[in-house]
């Protein structure tokens, strides 16, 4: 898949005003860095309304913007360039086969090929942190936007009985099952598709990190996809988004029991 990448400048006070009108648009990743951020959306996803909104943006903020175009076969060694493993405490590990070992209680394996799976690292760190804490044990769940598939093998190791993990992009869905065979994982089934291609049924934990606007736009289907006491896990959405997110799960009749948050990343555990 080829993308866009937007590489913002601005002073530090604007970035995270910026970044929260970046994300109500369909940029799926974003990287910070000393000039701002960097922007990543999917060349599907550009048009002339996405350029004139930023460029009303620019009258109403000081920030520069520059659009480089990345062909899809040179994401992976842009992700190579820039990856580093991830490390929560002694609990687990995410790295490329090109690491050295980690000395962690789970650690996972991941080539990324062309999917975005990493992403930004601190919803990464955070949904993993929050993993720890649930009991996965012999249960159902949906890794919603799966990526690399790194949430549904981290479930697997910890006892889930049955993953499915479902992701848009081709990319994704492929990796995802070269990446459970990488770490010996069997009971992850990957869904090329959205949502409404998981087969029907309930699961007793759905896992989503992905971004503000699909989250806010799947509510009531994963509220439908969970049993009472059922968990939702979600991140990929910034802090500025708390509120707006507690109250459209509220509705829709969830109850948050546990919040992280981690730079300017939030990442939540509702409970329906």
Known sequence: MNYYAYH????????DILLA????HPFDTFEENEEGFVAYLPEKEKGDELDDTLEALKTLFQFEYEATFIPY????????????????????????????PLDVRHEIIIDPEMAFGTGHHETTY???????????????VLDYGTGTGILAILAEMLGADYIDAVDIE??????????AQINNCHKIKAIHGVLEDVPQGIYDIILANINRNVILASLEDLYQKLPPNGMLMVSGFLLQDEN???????????RLTKRLNRGKWLCMLLEK
């Open 170 to 179: 081709e990319p994704a869905y492929h990796n995802t099952i070269q990446n």
């Open 8 to 15: 913002v400048k601005t002073e530090e006070g604007l970035r």
């Open 21 to 24: 009108h970046f994300s109500v």
């Open 73 to 100: 076969k040179n994401w992976n060694a842009e992700w190579e360039a820039n990856f580093q493993p991830i490390l929560v405490d002694d609990f687990c590990g995410i790295r490329a086969s090109f690491h050295e």
């Open 244 to 254: 707006l997110l507690l109250e459209q799960s509220e509705a829709k009749g969830f």
């Open 126 to 140: 955070m949904m993993t942190q929050m993993m720890r804490d649930l009991h996965f044990h012999q249960k159902k």
